[in-house]
């Protein structure tokens, strides 16, 4: 699972049906890298996540009929962004 | 999930059977990286999209037999390259 | 999906039995990344290939029992490699 | 599978159902790059661990519900952080 | 599938139940990139191999209940690293 950070929510008026009424994320990582989300739990800028990809990104929105391939799993208590150093 | 710029559609008359007869966009990332993706909604080029990929992607594309692995699953109603910044 | 040019075939007498009797080519993205991936439509070297991975490789191979993660999914028909600039 | 280094637990009280009480750990490739996996065996900063990804991690979790996409598989013995040179 | 030279097998005492007995080899691509994967062929260190990930990984295993996300799908015959060049 990779750790993001919160960006802004994402608008986007037409979608496919798949991904129903789930609200969407703009995330960046460390390098600046930029992915969208389904965000389950309400989380908002500036916030640091964890996402689950994949498959269980489906089961993680909540509705596994959700089709995410990403999904934000946890908010994270508190996050330097260089552990360990 | 990725966000994409749309190139152009993708002409391929010769394909695997899998992929029925859905529409192929050529995307291009912020770094220039191309892909190719199902569009299920119609785009045109120069629109920036959300892209689901994986298994997520067979769904999206509206008929979970289409074999992609990257399909567009919505159309951002607007995008700043470089958001948040 | 992404876009590769085909190099060759590989031989490779020695393998699990669930990649079957299918035939292998070696592809090369426009960075010059390596990658091999099953051919169920008979393309040549040179040719530029669009390929899919995951769960929808197995598919696209025409028998969802070869064991593969990456596969031949059509034949472009013209391939600018330096698209929409 | 890769080889990564155990760095902290993850410290993160919101998180969504799936994941139920599965310990989280912080983990950090030879590159620097971050990533959190599910601990179902108890490992300890400075170990190295292989990690399974995708739907593999939600069997290796030992509870297949659980929304992962990366798990530590096996604590390594002995890492060279340079092998085979 | 990429291709990978193999290092040197993987010493693991404390492992997932899912990995069961399987070897485990530690493999290099040509950028020097590490990964683990289980060998279902026997293959030995300086062998040049392609790999399948995925769900078709815990397949090409043998056994789909082996919980690895990349395994050895063959041994290729004869490997130059800089090919069609």
Redesign the interface.
Known sequence: ???LQV??P??????????RDSS?R?L?D?NGK????VD??GVR?GNWV?T?????????A?DF?V????????????WDTD??Q
Chains 1, 2, 3, 4, 5 share one sequence.
């Not at 689950?52 to 993680?60: E, F, L, V």
């Open positions: 699972m990779d750790i960006i802004e994402l608008v986007c008026t037409q979608r496919v049906e798949g991904l969407l703009v960046r460390v930029i992915q969208v989300a389950p739990i800028p964890y689950a990809s994949g498959s269980a990104a489906r089961y993680a909540g009929r089709l995410t391939d990403l999904t934000i799993a946890g908010l994270i208590d508190f552990p360990g």
